[in-house]
């Protein structure tokens, strides 16, 4: 059952009580690893005059190429998840997406959000930052390269 990037393994993998019987599961832990994806997009995104250098998730918490018992430590026994920069609470939609990772990366899997959910959240947050500016023919692209994406979403 341990395969895969260590570093975005979900809890339920890490401490080795994933149900493989149940198809569910298998979601619910791409979900958990979609929400480290996220983190490392928004520590890229610019706000208040500031972007993070790249990092990983737990950058900060485990050698380079940790092992499963140093994720586990860090993922399972302390619950540890990526930091939340306080500037992103002053930014409407990575203060949105803070949340939306949050619910991603729950402990419980049964409490992540669905791939339905997060679609519709992550859609609803498009819309509402592409309300806040106006649109030029490039981000008009950036909007319809994006949409593309979110819809692949659902198809997994």
């Not at 208040?48 to 993922?75: A, L």
């Amino acid at each position: 059952m341990k395969v895969g990037t260590k570093r975005y393994m979900a809890p339920e993998l890490l401490d080795e009580t994933l149900n493989p019987d149940i198809f569910d599961s298998f979601k619910c832990v791409d979900i958990y690893a979609f929400s480290l994806v996220l983190w490392e997009i928004a520590r890229r995104c610019y706000s208040q005059g500031i972007v993070e250098d790249y990092k990983p998730p737990f950058w900060d918490m485990v050698p380079s190429d940790p092992s499963f018992e140093d994720m586990r430590k860090v993922v399972v026994v302390d619950q540890y998840r990526p930091v939340i920069p306080n500037r992103w609470s002053s930014d409407t939609t990575l203060s949105q997406l803070s949340r939306t990772m949050k619910e991603c990366w729950n402990q419980k899997p049964k409490a992540r959000l669905t791939v339905l959910r997060l679609k519709k959240t992550l859609r609803k947050l498009w819309d509402d930052a592409q309300d806040d500016k106006l649109m030029d023919k490039n981000s008009l692209k950036d909007k319809i390269i994006s949409e593309k994406i979110i819809d692949k979403m659902a198809d997994v």
